[in-house]
């Protein structure tokens, strides 16, 4: 069914930026990053059906939040659907996420994780919001970036000092994988 809510989706709300939901081995190996000692607070951008949530709560501990934050109302009843005290869902946009971060009661996240499409947002938007996923990470702290071209690579080593990248081939259509950190 998530298949078909995403490709309905595609067609009528420009923002979504995938044609199907990203693949279980590519969650996997986007997700292996993500050490559950250091996962007190995830945030994810554009979290669509949530192919990432089931996979991230496995992982989490009993008093972690995992907050998703997307703009699709489709997707968001979908999210909301959820029947677990660690998510929180919300239907806003990431620009809007130290306030989200307020609402939720912390400061910072350990991971932030975001598949949104990159290339379709203004450049002085785009570089607030890697600013302030930035600026917003705990001390430790990784974002998480899939996209379906190298081109946030640049973007991603303006804001960050260390920004590794790996490929996804097991993916419609294959996924560049950015981990950034300070």
């Given at each position: 069914?998530?298949?078909?809510?995403?490709?309905?989706?595609?067609?009528?709300?420009?923002?979504?930026?995938?044609?199907?939901?990203?693949?279980?081995?590519?969650?996997?190996?986007?997700?292996?990053?993500?050490?559950?000692?250091?996962?007190?607070?995830?945030?994810?951008?554009?979290?669509?059906?949530?192919?990432?949530?089931?996979?991230l709560l496995d992982?989490?501990?009993?008093?972690?939040?995992?907050?998703?934050?997307?703009?699709?109302?489709?997707?968001?009843?979908?999210?909301?659907?959820?029947?677990?005290?660690?998510?929180?869902?919300?239907?806003?946009?990431?620009?809007?996420?130290?306030?989200?971060?307020?609402?939720?009661?912390?400061?910072s996240?350990?991971?932030?994780?975001?598949?949104?499409?990159?290339?379709?947002?203004?450049?002085?938007?785009?570089?607030?919001?890697?600013?302030?996923?930035?600026?917003?990470?705990?001390?430790?702290?990784?974002?998480?970036?899939?996209?379906?071209?190298?081109?946030?690579?640049?973007?991603?080593?303006?804001?960050?000092?260390?920004?590794?990248?790996?490929?996804?081939?097991?993916?419609?259509?294959?996924?560049?994988?950015?981990?950034?950190?300070?």
């Open positions: 069914m998530s298949k078909t809510v995403v490709f309905k989706n595609l067609l009528k709300d420009i923002t979504v930026g995938a044609v199907m939901p990203t693949s279980s081995f590519s969650v996997k190996r986007i997700c292996k990053r993500v050490r559950p000692d250091n996962a007190r607070v995830v945030v994810e951008y554009g979290p669509g059906t949530g192919p990432f949530t089931a996979f992982q989490m501990s009993g008093d972690s939040k995992l907050i998703l934050i997307e703009t699709n109302r489709d997707f968001c009843d979908m999210l909301e659907q959820i029947n677990d005290p660690r998510v929180h869902v919300f239907h806003d946009s990431a620009e809007n996420v130290r306030d989200i971060l307020r609402e939720c009661d912390e400061e996240a350990d991971y932030v994780i975001s598949g949104i499409p990159f290339s379709l947002i203004k450049e002085p938007a785009k570089t607030r919001l890697l600013a302030d996923t930035r600026d917003l990470l705990s001390e430790n702290g990784r974002f998480l970036l899939y996209q379906h071209s190298g081109y946030m690579k640049k973007h991603l080593s303006q804001h960050f000092e260390n920004v590794e990248t790996d490929l996804s081939i097991l993916n419609i259509p294959p996924l560049f994988i950015f981990e950034a950190y300070r």
